[in-house]
């Protein structure tokens, strides 16, 4: 599915819509180049959830936990993994096949550990299109 947003919110409400219909259990992996949006869905995804506490990028953390929610958000920001043996060190595994929602930004970096069956969300700027425009495709397998 392709969805066109036009501004931050439109990006934080598919997050949230998104969130809304999602199950334990569930790998999102979110895609895109630094600056595209990544952190409004992410913001979006967790109000979703019901979670009402602050949500940044984990990018020097690889990992925030939220647990206030309808279900508990494992946020892994993966930029900075030279290998994904990294993320068997932080517990990788009981998160993604947890009880919460597994969301994985730069899932590139540690493709190989990706469960099969999870949801890619792929957020891209066309500037053609305005400077807030972003085109974001979801594809689930």
């Known amino acids: 599915m392709i969805y066109e947003s036009y501004s931050s919110e439109d990006t934080f ?8 219909a ?6 999102i992996c979110l895609d895109g180049d630094l600056g595209v949006g990544k952190t409004v869905f992410t913001k979006g995804f967790a109000k979703g959830l019901g979670i009402e506490e602050p949500v940044n990028s984990p990018t ?7 647990e206030d929610g309808r279900l508990p958000l494992y946020h892994f920001d993966t930029y900075r993994i030279e290998d ?11 998160y993604v096949y947890g009880n919460g929602v597994s969301l994985i930004e730069w899932p590139v ?3 190989e550990i990706i469960p099969d069956d999870a949801i890619y969300v792929k957020i ?15 594809t689930e397998a």
């Not at 891209?124 to 979801?138: A, H, P, Q, T, W």
């Open 13 to 20: 409400n598919l997050g949230f819509k998104m969130a809304e």
């Open 22 to 27: 999602i199950e334990a259990g569930k790998v």
């Open 60 to 66: 020097f953390t690889v990992l925030q936990v939220y």
């Open 84 to 94: 994904p043996d990294e993320m068997y060190e932080i517990g990788y595994e009981d």
């Open 109 to 111: 970096r540690i493709e």
């Open 124 to 138: 891209v700027k066309d500037l053609d299109k305005g400077f807030d425009y972003r085109k974001i495709e979801i």
